[in-house]
Structure formats: structure tokens, C-alpha cells
């Protein structure tokens, strides 16, 4: 390696996968690990009940080095399977970073290399999270209804926790090692708000000032929404509860700082 050339930093991103056969987009995740040799992706299948475990164990015995799947016996939720892929790529020191982004591909893959950019430009970040904010020069298109339920969702959830987080639920998040390693040690509480969970977890080890400063929210350059959301109706109706009963938890554990 010469003086000026930068080590390279592999990274490992956690991709789960429910019921998702007919529109994974498996030539994308293809086309990404040829052009970008320090990613691998690890797919959690969440127990499926369609084609799922096939399409992936066929991808994967294309792309053994650079891929892997693991199958759970049946449906855990989001927040499980990503929690059970991160302690998995975990086991392995190979990797600096861990993240994980949705399968529907909202979020492009090529995404990934601006969050890891980010990691460079600052040694104190633990976690690069993709936030979907409107702006001038970004392609972010999103239903009316679940844009303006999201940004009633993050005021709640930014005064819950006390930090202006703008953007917790977005599906594109990456992490060092060192971070992911205590956040996800635990099992959460919810299955498809747990990114509210890990901000909680950080304020609690790291407290608020901290945690500000070591979180940075990436404005995505481009977010489609995909259309059919695995979240149910009963889900949404759940939110309130879902939200009270998160901040019951950690609301002393987080203190006041």
C-alpha cells in the first residue's frame, strides 16, 4: 500500500427480506457487488412464505465471497431479522462497518458509498443514518400520506427523545462495528419502530450531547417509494402504543442529559 492509498473498509449490509420474491431486485444487488469489492451483503429471509429462500440461495451460490443468507423458521419482524443478521456479520472481524437497507430499494445501493465518505470525513461518527429530506438537487419521491404521516411521526418521536432527529425510520443505516456491537446486543421492543430504539439505546450509553454529535443524518440524493409497505394498516393504528410504551422503557434510562 502506498502512503497516499487509503485502506480499504469493508463493509457488511444486512438486507431482510419478507415475501419479497417478485420484487427484489436481485440484478441491482448483482450489478453493485461487481462494481464495489469491499461490500457484502448478508440477506435475512424473515420466514417467507413465497419463492424468497430459493431466489436467495440462488443469488447466493452465484456470489459465495461476496453474499450470504440465512433463514429463519418463521416471521420475527423487521427489527428481528435485523438484529439477528447484525450479531451474525458481527462474529466476524472482517468487517469496520455493518449497516442495513431495504430490500425494495428505495434507497439505491450506491448510496453506500456516500454514507462510508462520510465515516471518512469524521473519526467520531458511530452511525451514518439516510434521512428522506425534500430538497433542491435530490430525487425523493414519496406518497402524500406517508410523508406527512412520517413528519408527524418524527416531531413525536424527536420530542421523545430530545435530540432533532428528523428522519428515524428510513431503512438505509450504517454503522462501526464498535457501535453496532452495543446497540444491537438486545432484543427490542418493537418490531417495526426499532430505529426509534436505537437512538434510545445511544442517548442511554453515550448520553444526548453525545449522541448528537456521533449520529449524522445523510440527506439521500434519491428515495422512491416502492409502493407496497410490509407495515399493516393494524400496524399504523398500533403507532401511539407502540411509541408510549417505547418511551415508558427508556425514559429513565435515557435521563436527562
Known sequence: MSENQQPQNFVGIVVPCYNEM???????????????????????????????QQVLADFVKNNPERSQVINLSENHGKAEAVRQGMNTLL????FQFVGYWDADLATPLTEIKIFLEKFQTNNELNAVCG????????SIRRSIYRHYFGRVFATIV?????????????????????????????????????????????????????????????????????????????????????LLRIYLFYRNRMGKV
Open 91 to 94: 462474529q466476524s472481524s472482517k
Open 131 to 138: 434521512s428522506r429530506m425534500r430538497r433542491l438537487g435530490s
Open 22 to 52: 417478485d420484487r427484489i431486485q436481485l440484478s441491482e444487488f448483482n450489478k453493485f457487488l461487481n462494481a464495489n469489492d469491499s461490500v457484502h451483503i448478508f440477506f435475512v429471509n424473515d420466514g417467507s412464505t413465497d419463492g424468497t
Open 158 to 242: 424527536s420530542n421523545i427523545l430530545n435530540i432533532p432527529v428528523y428522519d428515524t425510520q428510513c431503512g438505509a443505516k450504517i454503522f462501526r462495528v464498535e457501535f453496532a456491537k452495543m446497540i444491537f446486543s438486545d432484543y427490542f421492543l418493537s418490531r417495526w419502530f426499532f430505529d426509534v430504539e436505537l437512538f434510545a439505546r445511544s442517548i442511554e450509553l453515550f448520553g444526548r450531547k453525545k449522541t448528537i454529535e456521533s449520529i449524522f443524518e445523510m440527506p439521500l440524493t434519491q428515495w422512491h417509494d416502492q409502493g407496497l409497505s410490509k407495515v399493516s394498516w393494524l400496524s399504523m393504528f398500533q403507532t401511539p402504543f407502540e
